[in-house]
């Protein structure tokens, strides 16, 4: 009986996380690794880890004991993200070149003005610097100068300008745009501001071509097809979708539906509940045309009754509350339907478990102190503490929805206001591309053209 109760017990145990915070009693993997310096036998140690505030990596160091070759990489251990990630800095000061940066092995570095490029394959996945960066490509570049010059003056003396620009950007002698893109979205680069948005940094997502998603191995994303007699029996149904846990990585199940909001429109939630680990997330996704125009909604709160207002916060909403500092761009978070005052709750757990570079050795003692600040002030706003505070939600798409307590009258705190997307919000939804207006007329001239190249 007593080995039967021991097994239930540990049967019903979460299992072991492979993956676990560094600590002295943590294990290192050791492999037997070929040399590419030398020909012969060399080390390879693997360590299993999770970065403070960010994510599952895998770190991985050789060394060579034939002929001193060292060399490191980093890999993410993490799910590709849904949408590629671009992230644009502009480099003014000596501060800036030590911007902590997370360059993953499907990420391609750009030096705008010098129409520099270090592609995927040549700096594979490394945790450095801006200025790591950059002295890692100069050393590359400076390899194979010497047989340059015998071969072709003329490219040895071009690459040695442009090793002279680059030893100019890591002194910090002129100003530089740098630019890393990646695909898998698992890249990043240290915000100096935060919590708040940093006004030499911007961030942008997309979505990936055909030919990414196969670079990236990721199968094809499967043509839409519309929907036939049995549409009102889909919409109703849960759907349940097997999937691996973010967290823990153990087997659980995502569940979807269909659900019209009245006064509103139809969306798409999703949820995924892990039993192994209590992990639990949820998204939100809206249906429906495209908007004309962009929706602001303000939101002055004034009690703890604002807190239970339903909400619907979409993926292109950005969220800001000013008497807190707070400040979300399009695309944190994703999609959530939920209370503000459970939205706000999450905001702050996900600030605080996975803000990247705000934690660990890595951060300052002067940055631990700013964002344990601002922590408090968002957790005066959860409370309301110290009230009214100013809620702002901007959507360009017009997805986004606040619930109105005083309908069908008018909300005396709550203000919606209507507004015409810029250019540069169109081109980053990708709306400038779309053709609304004599597409066919523009597809019988082409087809006319191409029958009149055959004959």
Avoid at 78 to 93: N, P, W
Avoid at 168 to 181: G, K, L, N, V
Avoid at 249 to 276: G, Q, R
Wanted: hydrophobic share 35%.
């Amino acid at each position: 009986m007593a080995e039967d109760q021991q097994k239930a017990d540990t049967a019903g145990e979460a299992p072991d996380r492979i993956f676990e915070p560094v600590s002295a009693d943590q294990q290192v993997t050791e492999i037997e690794s070929y040399c590419m310096n030398c020909g012969e036998n060399g080390l390879t140690r693997l360590l299993l880890t999770v970065i403070p505030h960010f994510r599952e990596v895998v770190l991985m160091a050789f060394e060579c004991p034939h002929c001193g070759f060292k060399n490191n990489e980093i890999q993410s251990a993490t799910a590709v993200a849904e949408k590629g990630m671009r992230q644009t800095c502009r480099i003014q000061a000596k501060k800036d070149l030590s911007r902590q940066v997370v360059k993953s092995e499907s990420a391609t570095v750009r030096f705008e003005e010098l129409d520099f490029e270090i592609p995927p394959a040549t700096q594979r996945g490394v945790l450095t610097t801006v200025e790591g960066l950059i002295t890692k490509a100069v050393e590359g570049l400076s390899l194979e100068q010497p047989a340059r010059k015998l071969i072709d003056e003329n490219v040895y003396n071009k690459i040695e300008s442009v090793i002279a620009t680059l030893n100019s950007y890591a002194e910090a002698s002129e100003p530089f745009t740098f630019t890393i893109d990646d695909p898998a979205g698992n890249s990043y680069v240290e915000n100096l501001c935060a919590p708040a948005a940093d006004p030499q940094l911007s961030i942008k997502h997309y979505k990936r071509t055909a030919q990414q998603n196969e670079e990236l191995g990721l199968q094809p994303e499967p043509e839409e097809s519309g929907l036939g007699e049995d549409d009102l029996a889909f919409k109703e149904e849960i759907h349940t979708f097997g999937g691996v846990c973010s967290s823990c990585h153990a087997a659980c199940e995502t569940k979807m539906h269909m659900l019209d909001i009245p006064h509103f429109k139809e969306v798409i939630i999703w949820a995924t509940n892990c039993d192994s680990c209590g992990y639990r997330s949820n998204e939100v996704k809206a249906g429906g045309a495209i908007s004309e125009k962009g929706k602001r909604i303000t939101l002055r709160m004034t009690d703890t009754e604002d807190l239970s207002r339903d909400i619907l916060k979409s993926e292109t909403c950005g969220l800001s509350v000013p008497e807190a500092e707070l400040e979300l761009t399009a695309g944190t978070l994703g999609g959530r339907f939920t209370t503000v005052e459970g939205l706000l709750r999450q905001i702050h757990d996900e600030l605080e478990a996975r803000a990247p570079f705000q934690a660990g050795d890595s951060a300052t003692s002067e940055e631990k102190v700013r964002f344990s600040k601002f922590l408090d002030k968002l957790d005066e706003v959860i409370q309301m503490k110290n009230p009214p505070y100013t809620l702002i939600l901007d959507d360009p798409l017009a997805n986004s929805y606040l619930q109105n307590i005083y309908a069908p009258d008018e909300d005396p705190n709550m203000t919606i206001e209507m507004y015409e997307r810029t250019w540069e919000q169109n081109e980053f939804l990708g709306l400038n591309d779309v053709v609304l207006e004599d597409y066919e007329t523009k597809e019988g001239h082409d087809d006319k053209g191409e029958k009149a190249q055959e004959s």
